[in-house]
């Protein structure tokens, strides 16, 4: 009963406050509080009989009464109606509120991405922990030392501060800086003083930005400094929309060295690779982070060392571009592998090069591709790769060596030497019976920088006459080649009338092969575009 009461209460003061809001007076509630002794009054003056007169205004008092009853009555209803959405409105409330989110729940999340990175089932937890407390640690557990004596870029070397077993601990390193592509961050290092001073600490560099005042622009003499540097620090990831953007990592994950596990097994202790890298996009932030973990053992002082990993390419700068690529890089084929494409490109190589025994086979702007070896594996008795990048030479007659070694065959290796497309007059005349260019020339027809536009929008130069570096190499291909003897030329540029205009005046076009959809796990669909398809082109020394 003392429930229901309060209830009453409650419910008759929020009438009363509903009519004051609607500007009412409160006593138009009055007979809700009429009491027993008043109602008996007026029930015992019409038992007495009282005059009509009296009847009548009784009457009218009732009928009025009457009306204020359900007048309050339909308030009522109204203030119970509006209750009852209020607490819907609640409950959609208490609905709408985040459940509270498990550590399970979490992990679960993020599992694609770990599975996909292949950080170890042990360490998950731990990394979504660091994850939601933003916890960068890496600086209690690894120090730096310093040599003066090394280029910038070694002067710093990663070092454990004490043991740690394999597996036990997983570090978050942020980025500091990402970018889409090369003329943005030209763009950025040259107009903004924070940006350029940050990535000159970042690379032992501060030197480059000592003459820019504080807050002035920085200027494209810094930004072309930085540039030089900036591929051996940028590292290509793809967003959720597959658009390719590159990141920046702080020192410590910058830092730490790469190391071939070529180059590991042949040197001494202390090289052996260490530590994986991994890539996560918190879903707690949304930030991206690097993921670092031991997969083994690390004694106190240990360097860390780290496997290669692919890194930004200034394909359009030259050089001194293509030699800071092939640092770390083993091995990589520019348009697929020999068997790629369910052999696709070995069956055009075998069609137009039969004669396996004696055709000699030159591979110009060779870098670190496995063609010439695959070409020897297959029956190829004279293939000779050039490179004018001195170290990638060398780097591919060590593997050569090595794999013979391994193989204990008696099959024919590639020979190898150091000489420029552009120049080869170390060649004699008509030396080859057949040539490959698989990339070289159009390394020559991309604008300078990489992803830099031509006066006609296209990312590829277009016109003859800005492309003396192609002509020149064309020349001296059509020189040393034999009557009779074929150019294989690889090309993604988008235009086959640009590229038989460049070489007619040499050489004679007779074949050109489109391939698309060369690796199925990059599902390109068929069509003519740059980025879905390349061709190969066959000429042939009249």
């Avoid at 050569?400 to 290796?413: C, D, V």
């Avoid at 080649?481 to 090309?491: D, M, P, Q, R």
């Avoid at 060369?518 to 082109?537: E, G, S």
Wanted: proline share 4%; glycine share 6%.
């Amino acid at each position: 009963m003392c429930n229901f009461l309060q209830k009453d209460k409650y419910v008759i003061h929020s009438i009363a406050e509903k009519l004051e809001a609607k500007g009412e007076q409160a006593k138009s509630m009055e007979f809700t509080s009429a009491s027993e002794r008043v109602a008996q009054d007026q029930r015992d003056d019409l038992l007495d009989g009282r005059n009509e007169q009296r009847r009548a205004a009784l009457e009218v008092q009732k009928q009025r009464r009457a009306v204020q009853k359900q007048e309050a009555d339909d308030l009522e209803n109204e203030f119970a109606e509006d209750k009852n959405e209020e607490a819907e409105d609640v409950h959609v409330d208490k609905e709408d509120k985040p459940t509270p989110v498990s550590m399970e729940d979490v992990i679960t999340a993020h599992q694609p991405q770990l599975e996909s990175m292949n950080l170890p089932q042990s360490l998950w937890a731990r990394l979504v922990q660091k994850l939601a407390q933003q916890t960068l640690d890496a600086g209690t557990s690894f120090g730096y030392s310093f040599d003066s004596t090394q280029p910038p870029h070694l002067q710093y070397d990663v070092h454990a501060l004490e043991s740690y077993t394999k597996e036990s601990n997983v570090w978050i390193v942020p980025h500091i800086w990402s970018f889409p592509d090369e003329s943005f961050a030209v763009e950025a290092l040259s107009s903004d003083y924070s940006t350029a001073l940050r990535v000159s600490e970042l690379m032992g560099s501060k030197q480059v930005t000592s003459n820019v005042a504080e807050n002035e622009t920085p200027g494209s003499e810094v930004a072309e400094s930085l540039m030089s540097e900036l591929q051996r620090y940028a590292y290509p990831l793809f967003d959720s929309e597959g658009q390719r953007y590159y990141y920046v990592m702080n020192e410590f994950g910058s830092r730490v060295r790469m190391i071939t596990q070529i180059a590991a097994e042949q040197s001494a202790a202390n090289n052996d690779i260490n530590t994986t890298y991994g890539v996560v996009q918190s879903l707690l932030d949304g930030f991206t982070y690097t993921v670092i973990w031991l997969h083994t053992d690390v004694a106190k002082m240990e360097p860390l060392r780290r496997a290669p990993q692919h890194r930004l390419s200034l394909l359009g700068r030259g050089k001194e571009a293509w030699e800071t690529r092939f640092e770390y890089e083993t091995a990589y084929d520019w348009y697929g592998g020999w068997d790629d494409g369910n052999g696709e490109l070995k069956n055009i190589v075998l069609k137009h090069i039969s004669n396996r025994e004696e055709s000699k086979c030159l591979i110009v702007g060779t870098g670190t591709s496995t063609f010439p070896l695959r070409m020897c594996e297959s029956g190829y008795q004279h293939v000779h790769g050039t490179d004018y990048v001195e170290a990638v030479i060398h780097k591919m007659k060590t593997q050569t060596e090595e794999k013979r070694k391994e193989s204990k065959t008696t099959l024919p290796t590639p020979t190898w030497g150091v000489m420029d497309a552009t120049d080869m007059s170390s060649v004699a005349e008509g030396e080859y019976d057949a040539v490959l260019d698989k990339g070289c020339m159009d390394a020559m027809l991309i604008p300078e920088g990489s992803t830099g536009k031509t006066s006609t929008g296209s990312s590829w130069v277009d016109d003859i006459n800005n492309s003396s570096m192609a002509m020149q190499e064309l020349s001296e291909i059509a020189r040393v080649l034999k009557k009779g003897g074929v150019l294989l030329l690889f090309s993604f540029h988008p235009s086959p009338e640009f590229i038989n205009a460049l070489v007619c005046e040499k050489l004679e076009l007779i074949n050109c092969y489109e391939i698309t959809n060369l690796h199925p796990k990059t599902r390109v669909p068929t069509t003519k575009t740059f980025k879905d398809m390349f061709r190969v082109y066959i000429f042939t020394k009249p």
